[in-house]
């Protein structure tokens, strides 16, 4: 397994930025495929964002193209966001995900793909 903490969050107004970092331990960080997810108040948990293994592969939401960029640095165990032009729609309780998929290049896009979860960090944007 590989344990995973998240950090980074805190408030923004509306066109700001924030930076989401994630952080694994336990087990060879580039054996996992990494993902963000978010969970607003009310709402189910939704993907943000997913990068493959070697870090070739990416996908996005469509909320979140052109506004955020997820990246990896397996040699220091992390996965980042780069959250740019903020929305108040972007308010959520921020997920970081990993999956020990078999394919270096491969993605998983769903939340049922990813059997290990860091314990959320909120992120606040507002108007």
């Known amino acids: 397994q590989v344990h995973l903490v998240e950090s980074g969050g805190g408030l923004v107004q509306a066109g700001g930025s924030l930076r989401l970092s994630c952080t694994g331990s336990g087990r060879p960080f580039g054996n996992y495929a990494m993902a963000w997810f978010r969970q607003a108040p009310g709402k189910a948990r939704r993907t943000v964002a997913t990068i493959s293994r070697d870090g070739t592969i990416t996908y996005y939401d469509d909320s979140v193209k052109g506004r955020f960029t997820i990246s990896r640095d397996n040699k220091g165990g992390t996965v980042s966001l780069q959250m740019n032009t903020m929305r108040p729609g972007d308010t959520a309780i921020y997920y970081c995900?990993?999956?020990?998929?078999?394919?270096?290049?491969?993605?998983?896009?769903?939340?049922?793909?990813?059997?290990?979860w860091g314990q959320g960090t909120q992120v606040t944007v507002s108007s």
């Open positions: 995900a990993g999956a020990p998929l078999k394919v270096p290049f491969a993605i998983g896009t769903t939340e049922s793909s990813y059997p290990y």
